[in-house]
């Protein structure tokens, strides 16, 4: 489910504030697309807000450097995209 994923980033992300992960817009309403997006809005502490995006940034690039070394993948420098 990728909610969860993104929940659990969110969480991981501001350990200490303990982020709650909600979801908003269609998708708990169930009127979403089949190529919709997904709504996700995290409440905290107001201390942690500057602090959880660089802390989000980090777990997705260390989250992307573990899928390329899983596949093996060496060709891409660790400061690019893709």
Request: include cysteine; charge should be negative; proline fraction near 10%.
């Amino acid at each position: 489910d990728i909610y969860e994923y993104v929940a659990r980033l969110v969480r991981q992300a501001c350990p200490p504030a303990g982020a709650v992960p909600f979801l908003y817009g269609s998708v708990p309403l169930r009127t979403y697309l089949p190529d919709g997006d997904l709504d996700v809005g995290a409440c905290m502490p107001a201390p942690y807000v500057s602090r959880w995006f660089q802390g989000m940034v980090e777990l997705l690039e260390s989250q992307r450097l573990a899928a390329l070394n899983a596949n093996g993948d060496d060709a891409h420098h660790p400061n690019t995209l893709g």
